[in-house]
Each structure stands twice: as structure tokens, then as C-alpha cells.
């Protein structure tokens, strides 16, 4: 066994998720970083059990080989997941605890809001788990709560800047800019308004040089408040902060302003977090942010308003993996959790290097992505692995009897209601019919000319029948290999033949890493390649308004971006309602808006909701702390 | 020198104080926490700089002797500040670093807001520091934004709670809170159901054997969504958030209503972590936070929404106190926030108990009480000494020439502008007549038995002769000993005459600590007595419904609990504009409110602002990241 890695016992019937997770001593994080490889002096310990890994990491071992990128990808899931975290974890395990491999996991941390809504906490199930668990789900070590500040001081920064401007002449704006020194008459810019200043072409350092024009140029960013894109955050489920009309105290003097707040993870700076390869990087995509436009149209960003700088303080640990362990002692990257709808649905690009770096050559990184593979691989591969250079060795695509079943035509499957029966007795044929999903995503995968093992993640109701059935199909339609696998009751130990068919994939002698699409397509032209390629539409339909955005962003030099399409992850189209091989239908693009400091055109298709809700019982009914012990209990 | 107390070199003419920061060598934690006698399994660290100190230590020493406790209070400041932080700190740099006494310095934590507004950062300043100060100064261990998250989940709660109510039938409302199993029939309360269910008398733990009526009463807590006074909150000065309709989404379903956000640190939970004694009392204190009325006039509780385990879940870290130290290598805790007026104003008890144990019997914690000390004193002991069980053993009163001059009739004193010349020559007449106001803080600091010592806080400007009227004027007024001090340029020598005057202090005889009002008084008793034996007032005047409110309490058994008034910080009166030793002068009280989790009532007296704004030019407009070293500039 490699590093920390250890084989564990798993006992049936499985027990809760916070016993197991509790039920297994864990390894001081210093140890497991250690036996990874990060030196002490790159390792920042948040208590014994969670640490942050320096960049620094990647400096250190920029000319060693990177190990093989595995990427864990799905179908289109029903609402209750087909355990792709669980899988991820779990191939991990059998990878280091059970293969002898060098291995690191790399996953999203999870929003608050869930956890103490509906879901309930999540760090993989079963006897595949990242710990400590509770830890995992709360405040980590402050990511989100640093992209929480961020986002609301930027926010902030804006609506005051108007009121500001609203009530002030140039001259006095000026004068409170940059103040004048009353000894000598001299005044200075502020160390964050130069970049404002040589966006505008003024290029002098000394404030007293700027002539009037320059002067109500630099001083009036003259927002218009109808254009203002960017909304508060908080982490929290909560559905009446979704549409509100602020600045009615007295004291802002009538300038209302309907807003919304988003869930924490949807603000651009997480998906802003997933995607910088650097803290300079981070800065200047800070700064990018375009949050408005002036009454001339044009874009106002964060650097207009001198806050990047801010930001970039309030982000700089953030950008610092999180180090934690799974059950088997595989190290663990936690690190951004951005919507795979609005974002990249996938963990940080810097965790993925730094992972691929410290496994070395003959290690394996396995990093999950989000949704169904049309939305996490395909934003995997054309906004991660194009930014932060790194290439997948294997595909991993799961499936579930569960979800193939409703694909085939099952009724409908929710949370918190009995499961229909079709779902717990043998069904072939409806596995067969549902395979039609499965197969697109086969299909799909090999797009990008990597291999592609499928995995059929296994329920205790499903049939040996219906498992070789879906094995069977997937090798039929070109998979490298297709395993089931038993994870979630027995650890690594039930993904070694998963574990076995990665391995083996890695020596497939045709891997030939390519794009779907090119940056130097127009915009449109990708949006319809995704479409018509990854989801199989006919074509796309675009909203006039939209198609005017498109060519708004092109013709201001944002073309040669990447797009994020937002969409549902129930169905390959953007109706969810379209299960299995959706044919014959047209991807309609409502909205498109431009997130540059993220580094992607986004593209709406459907309504996407941006603020959950809590039900009527949710999940904190049962989480409570044991006073004595200072232990969490209940949050599964 | 004691521990890793240690004697520094200051420089002169003193640098910015990010300079001086960043150009002393700062000290392993671990190393600090070792000196002070925190044992390794009592420490949890967050990176090399700060860490968190379990309160096991007090478990640990709780036979051992406290420590002397100092109170570090002021007079009625300008709006620069007369250095009450700094002082604290170089007071305990002299203790420690100059005359070899075990010592701990308690300072509260500060908000982000204004550190990106119009304040900077603020620890200590000049050679009296806590450092790392860009670790103090943002997100520090994450305690702020974790009361952000318990704030805003509890609020989340309220408005879906009563959304869910208002769609619902009993039985359905009853059918989702426990969910019946299909398989046996039966239902399970969640943990956290229970508290509502014994409020109303229901001891059953079956939900299968409650009454239709009984089903009413638990699933309805019929919230008056018109008293509902609990606000959301963010840690930034987003004054657009003051005032706002919320629920205009569809989603709501026509459920609008008004309501507001505060900064984070004027939370009722940021009150309860400064009082809270231990996890169990910060469960009970979670649970007992009113929220709002029903409409038959039934406080409700976060108990009764279910939700107080998970706001304990959120809090359990941030109860720890926060290790730094300063530039002189004094262990320093810095825990909590709380505002003065609607709040205590001071750091957390268990703080000063951990400090008074680690310190021992010839030991010195140091600790600041927030405004002048008719507010944080008054409020240090009538909150925090009668909660946490701790006596001071000296008031030090900070006073300095230039606010004696402003209450002596200078003209005002603010930020941005040129201070005018009054207070930048002698004027010792001025000074004499100014002492007025410090008079009666020696006065009111006398009335708790406690010896009172008068620390001048040295200015550049001062003259000696301005000085010395101070001290002369002081030991008449009955100070045990009045001293002049210079730590601001010199570190800890600078204060060494005070740290001889604190330690004769503890020496003197006549020590009878006392309160100035008990418990068994009546609301509005205990607020007259604070008004005319602290603020100097002749007598208070309480709106109708003030009064009404203050019945109403007593009514429902909240008649016990001390007292807390919000007023403001620039005058003995409720008046900010009557400076000096106003006379004949009526306390308004306008409103008050019950603040149950931080176990006060609380009467506000003129207007308080619990959302600060932007100003023109934010201090965000220097800060920045050196994106090659990762260090932070511009803070300050």
C-alpha cells in the first residue's frame, strides 16, 4: 500500500453515513500530506484533520511528469444522484488501498444551503466517504464564506458608487477620490484607480495633470442601474431573498433598485475560484468582472471600481486546496463547488494540477464533474482542461439500473416518496430500452478521443441480469471496458475491478485528447456545435435579444471565449421531461450573458434556479451538537 | 521576561502600522500557546500565526487562582478614537516585555465592513500591535462569517415557515414535519422537535399519539409576520440593504414584506457569543432567541422553529477564542464583536476566564471595553462580570488631551478633514475645562469599589503642561493614580509607568466590588439607575410603547434580566451634540426590545444605525495583493 492508504473492514448492513464516517480513526492530516509528498512548509493545518496545500506545491515539481487525469463523468441522473462523488471516492480507494497506485481524489465542496435543507450533508456514502464529515459540509476552512464577502462587497461597491455619483458633482467626486493634500497642494490616485486610468488612456500618475474631461471620465462611471448584473450572495436556502427592492431607507434617497440574491455557489467569483491557475490569475480575473453598463454601453468591471484589489485579499487563501482523507486515507482535494449550470460543475483547475503533480507518473488524480457528462465532462474538458492545460487519461461515465430504468420509461422517481416498484423487481427490458441514454453519453465521451469505462454503480435491488445487460451494451457501443462495481458497501475493496479497467485503460494505445470545438469559432457556432454534437439537438434557436448579446460580446473582442451552457441535468435536451435519446429537437438559447472574469459566455436554456428553498422539514430538524463532546450529530 | 515576551526596538518616526507589522518576526503559535501554558491537545491551529484555544483550559485550571483582571475603559471619545485598542495592548506589552508579569490581552474581533471602509484595518496601532494585523482584520478563523451563516439560516427559517404555514393544512403541515413510513405506519419527531413539543406541554415522544388539537398547536406556530424582528445580515457596509422589500418573486406567492439587513456583528448571535459560558449554554442561549409574536402574542423561539442545534452546529468553533499576539509577544485573545450599544461592546467571557486561568494568581488579563465607559463599562460589568462570575481588579480610564479640548468646547473633530489648531497647540485652559467629562467617568468607575487609574494617551502635540493638568486633576477626582503614556511611539516602555501604577493598583486596600443595580430591581428600575447613577441624567422618559413592552416582559418572566442601552458614544446623554458633564438632561427611551438568547432587554435611546455605508472613496481603494509574495498591502 502506498502513502496513507489502508484498507478498512466494511460491515453489513451498512450503517448511517455519519457512523461510518465516525466509526473510523483518522489520520493526522500532516501524515497524509506527508506521505503525498507536500512538505511541511507548503501545508497550512486548519486543526489536525484539514489543511490547505500551498501552490507552491507546483513550482516545486513543475519539470516531474503529471500522473493520469481521471475524469469521473454520468448519465442523466434522476433526482436522487446515481453516486458520482461516492464513485469517485471509491475508485480512489481501490486505486491506493487496494492497487498499490499513488492516488488523489479531488471534489467539490458542497453548499451549506443543502445541508441544511433537503439533502442533508454529503461526502461520497456508504463505506466511500471523505472525512471528517462534518467538517466537509460546514464551514471547511472558509472558501465559501471568503466567496460570500467578496461577492457582497463588490455589491456593495456598486450600488453606493451609483448613489454616490447620483449626488455629487465631478468636482466634488473628485476631490473626495483623491483628496487634496492641504500642505502642498498635491493629491494622489489610490493604488487600485490606475486601472481605471489606462483603460481610459490617461496616463499620467499625477492627479493635479488630469484636465475636466479626464476628470469626469475618470470620476463617472455613470452606471446604468437597469443594467446592473451582479446579485448579493448567501449561503443559505432562502427563497424570499430571490426577488427584493432595495435602498428604501430615507437615507438613499429614493433610488430603488429590484435585485435578487443567489446561493453563495452561484456567484462568478466560485466560478472564478474553479477556473484561476494562479493568484495573479485570480487578480486579473477579478478585476474582469463586468458587473454593469454605462449609459453608453459600456462595461463597467470590478477594476473601474477599485475593488478588485479587495477582493483579491478577501480570495487569496481560498485559492489554496483544501487537504482532507478519505475512509481508505486517500488524500483528498476539496476545493470550488461552482453551479454546473451557470459554471464549470467541476473542482478547481489548481487542485487537479496540483494532484496530477504529486501522484507522478505512474499515479492517477481522479477528479469528478458534475450533471450528466453533456454538461460536467463537456465544461470539464472545454473550460478546465483547455485553461489549466491538463488532459484526461480516462473516462469514467456511471450509470445506475435505477436511472437507465427511468430512462427506459420508469414513472417518475423524487425524494421522499416510496420508490414505485418497476425500480426494486427485475427489469431488462426496461434497462435495455433506458441504455439509450447511456449510450449517448458513451458516444459522447468518445468525442474527445480518450477511453471511456463504464460503471455501473450498484444498488442492493439490482438483478446480475440487469447489471450484464448494461455491461454488455456499453462494450457493444464502444467502451473501453464496463465494470460493475460495489463501492458503497464494501469500500475499495468493491472497485477493484473498476480500479483494474482504469489502469488498463491508460495503456489503450489510441488516446488522442482533442476539443468538439475551437476558439476561433464565432460564439454561435459553438453553442450550436455543443448542441448538435454533445446533446444531439437538430440545431438551436436563439432569443433575438440573446443573438444581439452575441454579437455585442464578439464585436467588443469576447469571441474567442469558451461558452457554459446552462441547462437541466435530467435530460440531454433542455427539457427535463425528455428522458432517454431525445431526437428531433431544437436547443433554445432564452439568454446569454458574459461572465469575463470567469472566462466564458454563458448561454441560458430553460429557467435556472439560482436560490433554493427550504421544505417544510428540513434537514436541521435532526442536526444538534452533544454538548459534552462537542460532536455533530444528525447531519445525515 | 516571561514566555515569549520580548523587547522590540521601535523606530521613530514611527512607520504606518502595516509597516511595523510586517517588520517585526512573528512567533510560532504553537510556541505562544506553550509559553502561556495551553497544553498541545488544547490548540488548534490554524496555519502558523493564529489558532484557536479550546476551553478545556479552563476545565483543566478550574481549581487553580484567577488572575488580576484590568479593565481597559475610556471617556467619551472623538470620532477618531483615543486609542482604548492600543492602549490595552501596550499596556500589556509593558506588563509582560518590561516588568515580568504573566500577562493576556482580550481585544474583540473587528468587522470587514468598515475595514473596507472608511476605518482600514485596526489592531492596536503605532509599536502596540496584534499581529499578523491582515489575518486580524479579515476573515481571521471564520467566527463572523459563521454568525453570518447562523443568522441567515434562522432567518431563512422564519419567512419559509411562514410561507409553509400559510398553504398548508394542519394535516398536511403535520404529514411533512413527520413524515409517516409506509411500511409499519409509524413517525418519528426530528431531534429538534421536541423543544416545541414540551413548551407546549406534549410529552409523547410518538407522533402517532398527538390530538387534532395538539397536531394544531405543534405544527402552527402562526407567526404575526408584522412583529417578526429578526434581520438578516452581511458583514459589509451595504447601506442599499437598510431598508427592502423582500418576497417578489412568484415563487412567494404574493407574500411580500419589509425587513432589513444589518452588519453581521450587530447580530443577536454575535451578543450571545460574547456572553455564552460553554456549548451547553450557547445551545440554550441559540434556542432561547425570540424571533417574533404570534398572533395570539406567544413569543416564538428558534427553539420552536427546530432550527437551534443547527445554529449550534455553526457556532461550535467560533465559541473558541482566537490566540494571535502582539509585537511584544504577548498572548492575545481576540474573540467576538459585539456591538456596544445593542449589545455588550466587549469581548467574550470566556476569554477573560481562560486569560485570568492561564495568567495565574500574580497575572494580568487585559481586557477592552468598548464607547466610553459609561456604555462598555457599564456594561462589562452588569453583562459580562455577573455572567462569567469575574471581578476586575482595576478601571483604567483612557483619556487624552485632544478629546478633554473637544469637551472642554473645541470645535468638532472628524475624519477626512484637517484637525483644527486648537488641538494641535497648548491649551491648558481648555484641557481643565474639558476634564469635566472624565471627572464623572472616574465617578461612575469608582461606584464598582474597584481602584480607578487615569491613562493619558500621549499625542504628539500634547504639552506637558497639558498633561500634567490631567494627571493633577485626576488624583483629585479621586483616581487611585493617573499616569501619562507613550506606547503608541515606544511599545510597551512607553506604558511602563501605567503597568506600575495597574500593578500598585491590585495592592490597594479598599477593594469592594460591586454592582450598581441588582437583578430583582424592575426593568425600568435597572434603566433609571443606569440614567441618573451612570449617564448623570435626572430621570429617563419612556415612550408608551416602551413602557407597554417592558410590562410585557415582566409579564413573561424576563423581569431578572439585566439591562442594555443603545445609546450613543459621544456623550454622557442620549445627545451626541452635549459634551463635557451634561446636567439636567432626561433619558428618551424610545423603544426597547428583548434580546432573550443574549439574556438582556434592550432600551434604545435616539437612533442607532446597524448598517454602515461606503463612503466615497472606501479604503478598498489601497488595498491589494503582491500577487509574487502572496502579502497583503495596503490595509491600513
Redesign the interface.
Known sequence: MVGTARKITPTKPVPSDIEIAQSVSIQPITKVAQAAGILPEEL?????TKAKVSLKVRDRLKSSPDGHLVIVAGINPTSLGEGKSTTTIGLSQALGAHLDKNVFTCIRQPS?GPT?GIKGGAAGGGWSQVIPM?DFN??L??DI??I??AN??L???I??RV??ERN?TDEA?FG??C?LN?KDGSRRF????FGRLRKLGITTNDPNQLNPEEISKFVRLDINPDTIQWN?V????????????????P??KGYL??T?FDITVASEIMAILALAT???DL?DRLGRIVVAESRSGDLITAEDL??A??L???M??ALMPNLLQSLEGTPTFVHAGPFANLASGNSSVVADQLALKLVGSDGFAVTEAGFGSEIGLEKFVHLKCRLGGVKPSVIVLIATVRALKMHGGGPPVAA?V?LPSVYTEENVELVQKGFANLKRHIEHAKLYGVPVVVCCNRFHSDSERELECIVRLSKEAGAFDAVVSNHWEEGGKGAIDLGNAVINATTAPDKNFQFVYNDNESLRKKIETIATKVYGADGIEISEQAAERLDMYERKGFGQMPVCIAKTQYSLSADASLKGAPQGFVLPVREVRLSAGAGFVLAICGSIQTMP??????S??????D?ET?R????M
Open positions: 497550512i493545518t486548519y486543526g489536525t451549506q441544511f462534518d460546514l464551514h476552512t472558509g464564506h471568503a460570500s464577502a457582497n462587497l455589491a456593495a461597491a450600488d453606493t448613489l454616490h455629487q467626486l473626495r477620490l483628496p492641504p489610490g493604488r487600485n484607480m448579493r448567501v449561503d443559505v436556502n432562502d427563497r424570499y431573498l430571490r426577488s427584493m427592492t432595495i435602498g428604501k431607507s437615507t438613499e433598485r429590484d435578487s494562479s493568484l495573479k487578480r477599485g475593488v484589489g479587495a483579491t485579499v478577501l487569496k487563501d421522499g416510496p428553498g427550504l421544505p417544510t422539514r428540513p436541521y430538524y435532526d442536526v444538534d451538537v454538548t462537542g455533530v450529530i444528525g447531519l
